[in-house]
């Protein structure tokens, strides 16, 4: 199908960086890598050579993106969550009723994050079946693999009366339709997946419902979980237990379950997640303006909990997940140090909670993976080609050769990629953006 | 000179954001705004005519700016700092006794923070005296408003033998030379100053010395100050007291001073630093590495200390002071929140300390100007013409009118704005850079 010759960096484990040295990948029909040589031993013409400035990483996996909140990336971010949600947010969202207003902003959302390198990206739609169907129509049209919600929401405090679903069986009804719907269009990198918005907005017989709706189809489920405080104490007062509990009695804590946050996770939370192969959508942007702490990354990898990266836009201001990796270094090293210089140090911090480039691009690759049981995020024979080429010459536009090598370089194109160093993406062995020039 | 129309959003005070829509700004042979007016009103023809999906801002004031760590830039930062100086930063800053290397740095470094629409940087160069002036010329060259420093630094612990001043009177002598080498120039628009490294990197006869050729030839001050646990216990214990008493013992802090970091303050050190009229450079995404706290921005600015922002390239390792912005308004809600989940909520965070989009832009433009007693910063008839225009066409490369309030365009503005978007900088009227297309 292809073939590109390049040199690659990518972390086959959380803590190994492995660079591969002008080698050529060749790509099947079906999108998968056939083969990994050296290109002195590589006979044939290659499709794409890179430059030598370039590196080709395995594509970005976003595991949590609110699709109709695009249009209001960046903004709002001073309010509380409830008024973020009820003033700017559900109103917006209330707009994709309108189908061709959802086309228009689908059109311009895939194509700008594939431009970011997000290869797989898992998305909440809105309410609305329709808007949702043509979300991963535009997925598939500009060839991004995805996960895409149809979002369930029908608590009558919870929700606003002009955005919600009418009745859990509704909200039920209308979930299974868009399973049905996104699975006609007959394609595997497309699928659809279970979303109750998060407790806090859905009844228990919907929660119980999409649980069963969920093991009936075999369909992933997403939600959010222990967000903020608010969120976190709201379902211990409703149910008397923690989100993950609630989740695991309504059916919901499956394989490749992705939760979203998880700031105020316990460790039997961890010992729960891990046990129903669950994992946790870490969104550390996000988390600083409606969080109220940094999620402790550390303390969920110790505890063999599958964790990966989310932008969750537009609660977090950042397109990019490879800016978000970066930003999971930053947040780890806060919550390591601490935050108030009032405090003597040590008992400012929490010791031993930092993460590093290697860890967080994992995270953005491999991990989030396998927080949905995908191939992706590795370069090797037998996976799917999903892959980003980076061009690393220098923050200035040089490439400091006898200052750098590879970590060094690594730790560079991690602290410094931006759409607009990002020159090719491609999944399952698709070209599906270019940069110009 | 020059006359450019378009619609302006600038902060004349911290927590005032004013926007000017269509005016015309007119620049004269001095680079000094001679008219606003509205567009309607204008009968010439105007020399740039920014498309209506651009604003035009004021140029942004970088208080704190290593040049010579550009080529480590994003690397490293997993290190404690002493290992950062010793074992990458000092290797790198001592080939700068190679004028041609450093040539070469400046001549990347100096463009590409114009293209991040810096358009006053405030540099320490390296121990090198022809670097530093070099330094000084390349922003002649290129037209970016500087205060460039040679940096001394003798202290026979704080520094290595291979790269420090042989003595004070060297030190002292070498500081001298460079003030007169960068005055012998002839631009107001480039600057000398007095540059100590940092306490532990200098004798007392340094320190005393350089406070005395500061005072004498009516130089600016820049310097580290209470940056991290480490840095303002030493001063403690050296001197008995903190940085800000012994660099005020030392006639250093003076008007204007630029005290770079300063997380560790306490309150009788902002009552110092506003008698004797010097300011910070905050540098949040530095100090999440080394500072071991968040600076206490509400709180120096509540006791009426001038703060501006610093990128404080490499310990920072983001070269824009508009990410830079974004990055203290975040770091502003985490030290507001804490960091630490297992803490109940109010022993977690401080209150009252967040920043928002608005004063953080003020900090970036106003207040560093403020800092370092430039009429820069604001676009005001009888000011500088420092400028740059921005695409605020969506990060998708769209601007969703219907969505957007001037408000919002803002914060969407200061959360999103890279190098990319940046389409044109002026300084002093003189149009420095420019995005092809």
Request: a negative charge; aromatic letters at 8%; glycine letters at 8%.
């Amino acid at each position: 199908m292809t073939s590109v010759r390049a040199s690659v960096f990518q972390t086959p484990t959380p803590d190994h960086l492995e660079s591969m040295a002008d080698v050529v990948i060749s790509v099947d029909d079906a999108g998968v890598i056939s083969s990994i040589a050296p290109a002195d031993q590589w006979q044939s013409p290659v499709d794409h050579h890179l430059d030598p400035s370039h590196r080709l990483l395995p594509g970005l996996v976003d595991l949590h993106i609110h699709a109709p909140q695009w249009p209001q990336l960046g903004t709002g971010l001073d309010l509380p969550l409830e008024r973020w949600l009820f003033d700017h947010t559900f109103p917006l969202e209330s707009r994709f009723a309108d189908l061709a207003f959802a086309e228009m902003v689908w059109a311009d959302l895939v194509p700008a994050l594939l431009r970011h390198g997000t290869t797989t990206a898992v998305y909440y739609g809105s309410i609305h079946l329709a808007a949702t169907t043509a979300l991963a129509r535009a997925c598939l049209r500009f060839g991004q693999r995805a996960f895409v919600g149809r979002v369930a929401m029908d608590h009558l405090d919870g929700t606003p009366g002009w955005y919600r679903d009418p009745s859990a069986s509704a909200a039920i009804e209308a979930s299974a339709r868009s399973i049905a719907e996104i699975r006609a269009l007959g394609s595997e990198l497309v699928q659809p997946i279970v979303t109750p918005r998060f407790i806090p907005a859905c009844s228990d017989a919907t929660l119980a419902g999409l649980g069963a709706l969920a093991d009936t189809t075999g369909t992933l489920v997403q939600t959010h979980c222990s967000e903020s405080d608010w969120e976190h104490q709201y379902v211990i007062d409703r149910f008397g237990f923690s989100d993950t509990m609630a989740l695991d009695r309504f059916g919901l804590m499956r394989p490749n379950s992705v939760l979203a946050h998880g700031g105020l996770l316990g460790d039997s939370d961890f010992e729960r997640i891990v046990e129903r192969q669950a994992g946790i959508a870490h969104c550390p942007l996000s988390n600083a303006y409606f969080g109220d702490a940094v999620f402790p990354l550390r303390r969920a990898l110790d505890a063999g909990v599958n964790v990966g990266l989310g932008t969750d836009i537009a609660g977090g201001p950042e397109p990019s997940l490879m800016r978000t990796a970066a930003q999971a270094v930053t947040s780890s090293r806060m919550l390591e140090s601490g935050v108030d210089p009032r405090r003597v140090r040590d008992d400012r911090g929490v010791a031993d909670q930092r993460i590093d480039v290697v860890n967080a691009f994992w995270l953005a690759t491999r991990g989030g993976a396998e927080v949905l049981g995908l191939p992706v995020g590795l370069l090797e024979v037998g996976r799917p080609f999903d892959a980003i080429a980076v061009d690393v010459g220098g923050v200035g536009g040089r490439l400091w050769d006898d200052v750098d090598d590879d970590a060094r370089l690594f730790e560079k194109l991690i602290r410094s990629t931006s759409a607009d160093r990002i020159s090719h993406t491609w999944v399952a062995g698709a070209l599906v953006s270019q940069r110009p020039g």
